[in-house]
């Protein structure tokens, strides 16, 4: 690759952008707060005006959007990559979408003769600054291939799935299995405060046992604090939620624990709490 582009810089995609630039690739950044493209260029990056000068000058352009609604603005709308799209070019959607989202923009940039893949992540702030994401890829293949030396450092483990919206489908069962996780884990951290457990106890049960794993090691001394620095947001969880209880529909497949965790943190995000960590959806439950 010769040039690279990159759409988004928030919580995940400023991270993801700054390992490409540290590792000697020629970037150019976009982001629609424009103070937030200010540290890619101190780094070495160029920064763009809109998606259409992205893609006008670069070979590859990764986007991290933060749902549907914005890749799709992204892509279609004015100044957008459809504009700057043509024969060769290849586009990258690392967002966290719906499978038919990704069909739509995959069509609509093989119609301007380019080549589209979707590329979801799992991982949230820090493994996106440290380059350990999982990323989950589907589309074309000789994009995944170009791409692979960018994908690589972005990520720990890169993997394959097939035509487009099988990636989509992966992160949502991903996030919808977190999701979940993360209400019972809080209701459960609740439910033992209330019956006079210390959280301290509860938290060592749990990571000696067969239910030890990160997400708790790593969120549960937060939660028991009260603090929640945002490494995803939980309004993006939410989010995440709704998109796969769609996907289920469509399957005709019952997600009865992932609607009720739907639920639990629609509540936390009418309680104001969107924008603080998924985690924070404790606040809800107790």
């Known amino acids: 690759m010769k040039k690279l582009g990159f759409l988004g810089l928030g919580i995940m995609g400023g991270g993801m952008a700054a390992n490409l630039v540290k590792a000697g690739f020629d970037v150019t950044v ?5 103070a937030k493209m ?22 590859v352009t990764f986007a991290m959007l933060a749902d549907p609604r914005a890749s799709e603005e ?5 100044g957008g990559v ?10 990258v959607d690392m967002s966290t979408v719906d499978g038919d989202t990704s069909r739509r923009i995959a069509a609509a940039v093989a119609a301007k003769g380019g080549r589209f893949l979707e590329a979801p992540v799992s991982g949230s702030r820090q493994p996106a600054r440290e380059g350990t994401l999982v990323i989950m890829a589907a589309g074309d293949r000789s994009l995944y291939d170009e ?3 960018a994908l690589e450092r972005m990520g720990k483990l890169v993997l394959y799935l097939g035509e487009v919206g099988k990636a989509a489908a992966m992160k949502l069962v991903v996030n919808m299995i977190m999701g979940g996780m993360m209400a019972v884990f809080c209701e459960g951290l609740s439910l033992g405060k209330r019956a006079g457990l210390r959280i301290d ?5 749990l990571d000696n046992g067969a239910m030890a ?10 939660i028991q604090e009260g603090r929640f620095p945002v490494a995803f947001p939980l309004k993006h969880m939410q989010k995440d939620l709704r998109l796969a209880l769609l996907l289920g529909d469509l399957f005709h497949q019952p997600l009865v624990s992932a609607a ?3 639920e639990t943190f629609k509540r936390a995000r009418d309680l104001g709490l969107g924008d603080e960590d998924f985690s924070a959806v404790f606040r809800a439950v107790s």
């Open 201 to 205: 106890d509860i938290l060592a049960v």
């Open 30 to 34: 976009w982001n629609r707060t424009t």
């Open 82 to 91: 459809l504009e700057a799209m043509g024969e060769g070019r290849g586009y």
């Open 74 to 78: 992204v892509c279609f709308g004015p």
């Open 147 to 149: 791409a692979m030396p």
């Open 260 to 262: 009720a965790a739907n």
């Open 38 to 59: 200010e540290e890619l260029v101190s780094l070495g990056a160029r920064g763009a005006s809109s998606p259409r000068e992205v893609v006008a000058g670069c070979d």
């Open 213 to 222: 794993n990160p997400m708790f090691r790593l969120k549960g001394p937060m």
